[in-house]
C-alpha cells in the first residue's frame, strides 16, 4: 500500500511546478508586453509632441514673414517717390524761398551747400600755382553759389548740388581769367605746344626740332616760330614767397635775393674816387674845393661863390680853366688811368 502511494505524490508535485513555472513565465511575458506597449506609448507622444511643435513653429515662421511683408508693403507705399528735390526734405524750403526770396532763407540754403564750395576750391587749387590762395577761389565760389540758389527752379526734377557745382566752378573760372592779364588765346597756344612737345617726346625720347614741332602741327617752320614767341607769356610770381635750398637753414624770401638798380655799384664807387682824386692831383687848393663843392656836394655857382667870398662869373671862369685842364691832362694820362 505505501509503495503504490508515493509515486501518486511525485505526480501531483511535479504538476504544481510545471503549473507555477507556467504561471512565471505567463507573468514575465505580460510584464514584457506591458513594458512594450509603453515604451511604444512613449514613443508615439514623443512623436506626436515634436510634430505639434514643428508644425507651430512653421506657422509662426510663415506669420512673422506675413507680417514682415505687410510692414515693407506699408513702408513702401508711405515712402514718396522723389524726383530732384521734389519730395525731398527741403521741397518746402526751396517752395518757400521761390515764393519770397527771403534773404535769411537764401542764408540757410547757403549754409546748406558751403561744403560743395570747399569742396570745388580746394580740387581746383591742385592744378592751379602756388601763388593762388584757396580763400580767393572760395571766395569766388560763394557768389557762384548764390547765383545758383537764385536760378534753381525745382520743378525741374534735377538735384540741386548737381546744377550748383558746374555754376561754382564756373564763377571760380570766371574769377581767374579776369585776373589773368594774358589772352585766353595765348594760354591756349601755349597749351597746344606744350601737349604736342610732351608728344614727341614720349615718341622720340628727346627734345624735338622745330621742323618736327612745325610738323606735328601742320603749319611752316616760320609760322611755328611766330606761334612760339606770341605764347612766351611772362608768369607773375610773389616776391614775398620763401625759397629753400633744402640744407636745412632758414628759409629767406625771393625778394632778398634780387638786384635793385637804384642802388650805387660799389666797385664804379671806387673807380669814380679813384679817377677824382688823380684829376684833382695836378690843381691848387681853389680848384679842389670848386670842383668838390661843385660835382661831389651838388651846389651852384652862387653858393659856392658866396661860400668862398667869389662871385658867381668869377667861380664859372675857375671852373672853364679847370676843365680845359683835366681834358688835357686826361689825354695825356688815359692809358694809364685805363678809364
Known sequence: MAATKTPRRKASTAGATSTKKTARRSSSTGVASAG??????????????ASKAGTKTKASVRRGAAAGAK??????KSRKRVFGEIGGENEALWREYAKTHNPELRNQLMEMYLPVVHF?????????????????LKSAGVFGLMDAIDGFDIDRQIKFK???STRIRGAILDELRSQDWVPRLVRLRAHQLARTQATLEAAHGRAPTDSEMADELQVSVADFLAMQQESRAHTVRSLSESWDDGSGDQAVEKIDFLKDPGSPDPAEILNQEDVMRAIIRSLNRREKQI?????????????????MTLT?????QIHSNVMKKLKLHLEESRERLHI
Open 291 to 307: 670842383i668838390l663843392m661843385y660835382y661831389r656836394d651838388g651846389l651852384t655857382m652862387k653858393q659856392i661863390g658866396s661860400l
Open 162 to 164: 548737381t546744377y550748383c
Open 312 to 316: 658867381e662869373s668869377r667861380v664859372c
Open 36 to 49: 512594450s506597449k509603453s515604451r511604444s506609448a512613449t514613443a508615439t507622444g514623443t512623436k506626436k509632441a
Open 120 to 136: 570745388i576750391a580746394e580740387r581746383l587749387l591742385l592744378t592751379l600755382p602756388r601763388s593762388i590762395d584757396v580763400d580767393d
Open 71 to 76: 510692414k515693407g508693403a506699408t513702408k513702401s
